[in-house]
């Protein structure tokens, strides 16, 4: 979606890029920068969401591909990023698996 599209929609939504950024104590260039694309910031692109009410894949399509895919599926983005860190700790306790050559090596 373009730019300018975005602007439109959060000012039909009743709100504007500087109301925005006063709410998430944030620069109004960084949302003006968020909303063009030219920085990327998951907190701000969620809250853009809800104020629109569109699909991060309907205002930047291909730009916030796991916030996309946390809104397909329906998790809220605060317990996808709580499970996603649950599978790294998981992940970094396991320990290393040797390749199949040096465990028959042994």
Request: cysteine-free; hydrophobic content about 40%; glycine content about 4%.
């Amino acid at each position: 979606m373009h730019h300018e599209d975005i602007k439109a929609s959060i000012r039909k939504s009743g709100s504007s890029p500087a109301r925005i950024a006063r709410h998430l104590k944030v620069s109004p260039a960084t949302v003006s920068n968020v909303i063009k694309g030219h920085t990327v910031s998951a907190r701000i692109a969620q809250h853009i969401s809800q104020v629109t009410g569109k699909r991060f894949s309907e205002l930047w399509p291909g730009k916030y591909p796991r916030l996309s895919f946390v809104e397909a599926f329906g998790m809220a983005p605060a317990s996808a990023a709580k499970a996603e860190a649950e599978v790294s700790r998981a992940a970094a306790s396991k320990p290393a698996r040797r390749p199949a050559q040096q465990r028959a090596a042994a």
